[in-house]
């Protein structure tokens, strides 16, 4: 009991953005980055395909399937509810997570086809909440140039933008990092890395919120 007082818990991360502005790039880095400063860090990816539920919102995502927009939304937020005890325990532990999209990706993706913002949104209530949110922001247009982009469900210009405009007019709030995605990775790494090392101090004592 004394003993795990003293240990500092871990810094919930999360990076945020439409498809293909490099998330899953800076995930890696910013990892590699914590971990060469020696404090124990791991990367966590939503949806996680790896689970039953996740591997019904991989069919939906590849085409293969089809679902009422609600039926998949809740799946997805299910799929962040079986991983709720995971995530504390590594926080609590000392363990920095970095995670690839979360609840933000959730209510814009479905929002964005229509369905009640506020309605998206409940689901999510209760789920742990990211210290740190960086929202990699670029164009749709130049996103959608991007390496493979195309292959799934939603990789279609016009829906793009009406992610984009929900994560920027409904979801985005002060505390949010926004950082422009459109350079070179190595600068971008930079950037992030410089944000996250001064949270690092601000955020050690703080209690995880939910959302
Ligand atoms: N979704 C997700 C929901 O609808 N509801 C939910 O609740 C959740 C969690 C799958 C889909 O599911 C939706 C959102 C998605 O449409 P995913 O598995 O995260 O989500 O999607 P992925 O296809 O894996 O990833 P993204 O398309 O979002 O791409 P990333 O991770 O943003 O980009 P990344 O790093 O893979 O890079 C893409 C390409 O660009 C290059 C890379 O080398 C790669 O080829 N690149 C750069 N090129 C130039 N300059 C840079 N700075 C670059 N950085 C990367
Ligand atoms: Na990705």
Known sequence: QQNKEMINRGLFILFE????????????????????????????????RTTPIGTIINAYLQNSTNMDDRALHLLFSSNRWEAKDSIYQALNSGVNLVVDRYSYSGVAYTAA????????????KGLPEPDVIIYLSMNSEDATKRGDFGG????????QKKIKDIYESKLMTPKWKVVDANRDIETISKEISDIVNKELDIIKNKQISTI
Do not use: H
């Not at 799934?152 to 829906?159: G, T, V």
């Open 17 to 48: 953005g439409v498809d293909r502005v490099g998330k899953s790039t800076q995930v890696q880095n910013l990892v590699k980055f914590l971990n060469d400063k020696q404090l124990s860090t791991k990367a966590m990816r939503f949806p996680d």
């Open 113 to 124: 086809k229509g369905i009640d913002f506020d309605w998206c949104y409940a689901c999510e």
């Open 152 to 159: 799934e469900r939603y990789e279609k210009l016009e829906f």
